[in-house]
């Protein structure tokens, strides 16, 4: 492989793990910030309406 081969693979490994570092700073923000618990209500009401329950 050619020089420029290995360097544009040296980019996309540094965008993949900088894509899974800000992926993981995110999910660290919405935990942090209780938003699951709004994700979960949302998706038990929408459970609940399908089966005819709510």
């Known amino acids: ?3 420029m081969g290995k360097r544009s693979e040296k980019k996309v490994v540094l ?3 900088f894509f899974l ?4 700073v995110f999910t ?3 935990i942090l910030g209780e938003e699951y618990t709004i994700v979960l209500n949302k ?6 309406e399908c089966i005819g329950i709510g």
């Not at 570092?21 to 993981?24: H, K, M, R, V």
């Not at 998706?43 to 609940?48: G, P, Q, S, Y």
């Open 43 to 48: 998706a038990v009401r929408i459970c609940l």
């Open 21 to 24: 570092i800000l992926g993981a």
């Open 28 to 30: 660290a923000i919405g």
């Open 15 to 17: 965008l993949r793990v």
């Open 1 to 3: 492989m050619n020089d």
